[in-house]
């Protein structure tokens, strides 16, 4: 009965992909797919949350197979959905996921299998609280490793194996799996993630890598793991980026060390904010708060004509980059379909309205979009 109904609501979300792919689109744009644009130049790709997944955004479906060759599922992957309880695992998403992007063609990126983050409590502590041992632990990260990778074995290009282990400082966080297992975490996730799919390519992700200290603790990573003679073929360079940070010269210096020692690079979560960066320092006074929060969200009916211009130059440039760097980049990777899927809309407070995607809330593409078609036409 549990596999009849199982069957039931694959076959529910199979046919309702179908039509949202195949229904006629609302959107208006006519502009050459990107992935047409790039085809000669790195993999573009987007992150698709759970209403795309299943088809309910129908609109973002259209923008997502017209324009992208890559995708990334953007949480059900992550161990608290996928697996949210130690003898329980949930596909219902991911293999839903994994089935459109196949059916597509597409190049599938498994995000992510070791994070503290999005992490649930019983996979690094036992029932009283308390950590549990490094044998237990590197029990739990193999049979979990195993079981997910093995699943889609053949099918998913590559693995985010770690996701976020290094401070801007180039410290290691001091997550769970770090306090039991110490720099070994590292080693043993991607030993178990190629033991489980030998030929899948195997990444490290993070944010502001950028930085020189977490660059160099990135690249002393990189070294210590081809020592040991374990996989990495890539590293994953968040583009949580803002309109003064970071500059262009600190990028292409990071992705030259990365290449450097020996890897690929790939844009991923690619997000760029038009809203003022955030301070900490509100004191508590009422008044000096709302005014505050006017400070950090000022955009709350459009971006100014003025703002959205620089907006766009400065993706434009990011793209530039990109492709004066086609041969060391694998993939760039935007962080949602369209504005209203961001991540960045309600962060750090609810009600917080954020522009930072190609296409708008209409799904419409933003005038950088024909920005980047003409500059990869024009690129060597």
Known sequence: MKKLVNNLVFAIIAATLFYACSAKPSYSDKVTPLKKALANKFLIGTALNSKQITGKDST?????????????????????????????????????????????????????????????????????????????????????????????????????????????DGTWRNSPFYQILGEDFIYLAFQYAHEADPDAQLYYNDYNEWHPGKRKTIIKMIKSLKERGLRIDAIGMQGHIGMDYPSIEEYQAAINDYVSAGVKVMVTELD????????????????????????????IEGLPAKISKEWNARMSDFFDLFLQNSDKILRVTLWGVADGDSWKNDFPMRGRTDYPLLFDRSHQAKPVVTSIISAAANSN
């Open 60 to 168: 973002g479906m259209h923008v997502i197979t017209e324009h992208f060759n890559a995708i990334v599922a953007e949480n059900c992957m992550k161990c608290e959905e996928i697996h949210p309880e130690e003898n329980r695992y949930d596909f219902t998403l991911s293999d839903a996921f994994v089935d459109f992007g196949t059916s597509l063609d597409m190049a599938i990126t498994g995000h992510t299998l070791i994070w503290h983050s999005q992490l649930p409590k019983w996979f690094c502590h036992d029932e009283k609280g308390n950590l549990v041992s490094a044998e237990i632990l590197k029990k739990r990260m193999k049979e979990h490793i195993h079981t997910v990778v093995g699943r889609y074995k053949g099918r998913i290009v590559g693995w985010d194996v770690v996701n976020e282990a290094i401070n801007d």
């Open 272 to 299: 760029l904010s038009a809203l003022p960066s955030v301070r900490h320092n509100v004191g508590a006074n009422v008044s000096d708060v709302e005014t505050y929060r006017k400070e950090v969200n000022p955009y």
